[in-house]
């Protein structure tokens, strides 16, 4: 096991200053250092990972030390695409996919534990499904693989077929172990199964499963599953009466081999997506207003279109909100981070491109609209999918145009509708990258980003930071790099300020210890008038050809 060990730098060297927002670095690479690369993150019940593009696994210790798990693959990856990860526990595995081959491993926070497991060639469109339980791993291609963890032995437990489209799926409620697969090569008959570990035979649930719902045919829970089916019924739409085939969502109870249907909705193939679980209940969106009647004959279906945020429990199912707009249709995108109480989900939309909103046991809103008014599609550059969660906040990337072309910062919010302030990690705008690698380590957020210390040859170096995002991140925006070269004077002042910088002003903004933008001039002055503005502190941004200075002043 290697360890490499992070120097805490102290924030006071180059004049850096703490405000409300409690952000530290850890450690700084320079240019030639090879830093780490992160570009897939994942929890554990007691560790937190970060997989690098070297091909290295590393966990991230509470101290922000990252300790080598392994090294996966002599290859360099880049696409987060190429690698599926599912949590059990203590316990992960996921897969690599490099050229033609897929490679399976597992971990649990041990360099012994963290193992090669399988390798095989790719031959559908997709990675071979997986799960773990019990120490074993299981992989289903035409054939389900059993591996053993122990001695890495390995057996077929069953073969299941040619198959005709990539349906396979295999899932775990940490008892039983589920498969969906096609029935006799037909595209169309997609089975669930519930699979016997000590023979292979397979007990049939459905043989109907929602063949057009490949993501996510199968939501495992204790004891059971959800899964989605179809059904053959006639509808109304719009007064026109036609056949359809309506997508059920069904309770399967393993300890009594009994479903129960608990949601009705579909308009041809197209079904609820499934968000989350907040506090025991599972949450659903669709852009459709469905009737949950279990069993209509014939059902009708208004045709609208909006956003539709639908809860399930034992009590069953309700619609929690409903947005409706003849100009606009919702689509959920596929990106969410689940939160403590809140689910942050991304939504496309024809006019403002992608959006990011919250949904809850109550509501379900836009959080915040970065280009109101906008009339052509535009894409807010909120990287979701690489953001987390801390006590219900939100940590995530901007990347393109949230607020200009080359905004590549942090932004953070606490789920409050218009609550996204932008967080500086990287005022050289000019040679910025992504904030990359974010991951919860013990209620911390730790990144790796380009930093304002500038190493050889003159180029930032990369650090990793450590954000305190459990703290109040209403307080304001963070100026930790906070540079020398922009002075403001007089400071406390009552009427005017002036700037003085070592480099030519192409734009500057006032910005509140909220996170609000005061003032905002692309004129380049360097003398401002402050008496519209409250008591308080306030930083001044200002922006040239070399990327941006900060600095705060008192106004009396």
């Known amino acids: 096991m290697k360890k490499i060990s992070l120097m805490i730098l102290l924030l006071s060297v180059v004049g850096f200053s703490i405000s409300a927002q409690s952000i530290s670095r850890l450690k700084s690479w320079g240019y030639l250092d090879s830093p780490p690369a992160p570009f897939k993150t994942f929890s554990t019940t007691d560790a937190s990972y970060m997989l690098l593009a070297s091909g290295k696994l590393v966990k991230v210790e509470v101290d922000g030390s990252l300790t080598e798990m392994c090294t996966i693959l002599c290859k360099t990856y880049s696409k987060a695409s190429d690698v599926a990860v599912k949590v059990y526990g203590n316990m992960a595995m996921f897969s690599l996919v490099e050229g033609s081959n897929v490679y399976y ?14 390798q095989l060639t790719k031959t559908l469109v997709n990675p071979p499904s997986f799960a773990y339980m019990n120490g074993k791993a299981y992989i289903l ?110 309770k399967y109870d393993a300890q009594t081999n009994s479903s129960q249907q608990v949601f009705e909705a579909g308009v041809g193939v197209k079904a609820p997506d499934y968000l989350g679980e907040v506090d025991g209940k599972l949450y659903f969106f669709s852009n459709g207003d469905y009737s949950l009647s279990y069993s209509c ?42 939160a403590s109480d809140k689910i942050y989900l991304e939504l496309t939309t024809k006019t403002e491109g992608k959006e990011t909103w919250v949904a809850s ?25 690489d953001g987390v969660t801390c006590g219900g906040k939100l940590a995530v990337p901007g990347i393109g145009v949230v607020t200009s072309p080359s905004d590549n910062e942090l932004y953070l919010s606490d789920g409050t509708p218009n609550n996204f302030y932008k967080f500086d990690v990287m005022p050289k705008a000019d040679l910025q990258s992504m904030p990359r690698g974010l991951i919860n380590v013990n209620n911390k957020i730790y990144f790796i980003a380009a930093d304002s210390i500038l190493g050889l040859y003159n180029l930032p170096m990369t650090s990793l930071f450590a954000l305190d995002l459990c703290a109040d991140i209403s307080q304001g925006v963070n100026d930790v790099l906070q540079t020398r070269y922009l002075k403001i004077y007089p400071n406390p002042a009552a009427h005017f300020i002036q700037l003085k910088s070592d480099n030519p002003i192409d734009q500057v903004e006032i910005i509140s210890v909220s996170g609000a933008l005061i003032y905002r001039s692309y004129s380049g002055e360097k003398t401002i008038d402050v008496n519209s503005l409250k008591r308080g502190v306030y930083l001044v941004k200002a922006y040239h050809n070399k990327g941006v200075d900060i600095a705060r002043f008192v106004k009396e």
């Open 105 to 118: 491993y597992v971990t649990s926070g041990t360099a012994s534990s963290s193992k090669l497991v399988h």
């Open 141 to 250: 291609t035409t054939d389900l693989t059993e591996i053993s963890l122990a001695d890495n032995s390995k057996k077929v437990l069953k073969t299941v077929g040619t198959v005709y489209k990539d349906y396979f799926k295999t899932e775990t409620d940490g008892q039983n172990l589920y498969i969906t697969y096609n029935i006799d090569d037909n595209s169309t008959k997609l089975a669930l199964s519930k699979v016997d570990l000590a023979t292979g035979d397979l007990s049939v649930i459905s043989d109907r499963v929602d063949y057009w719902n490949p993501i996510a045919p199968i939501i495992p829970l204790n004891n059971g599953l959800l899964y989605w089916s179809l059904k053959d019924t006639t509808m109304v739409v719009n007064g026109s009466k036609s056949s359809y085939q309506r997508t059920l969502l069904t």
């Open 297 to 338: 004959s014939t059902c009708t279906f208004s045709g609208a279109t909006g956003a539709y945020l639908w809860e399930g429990s034992s009590q069953g199912f309700r619609l929690v909100k409903g947005i409706e707009n003849g100009t606009e249709k919702y689509t959920y995108a596929g990106i969410k981070q689940v």
């Open 361 to 385: 046991a109550t509501d379900l809103f836009l959080l915040k609209d970065f280009n109101p008014g906008a009339s052509s599609l535009k894409d807010y550059g909120l990287k979701l999918v």
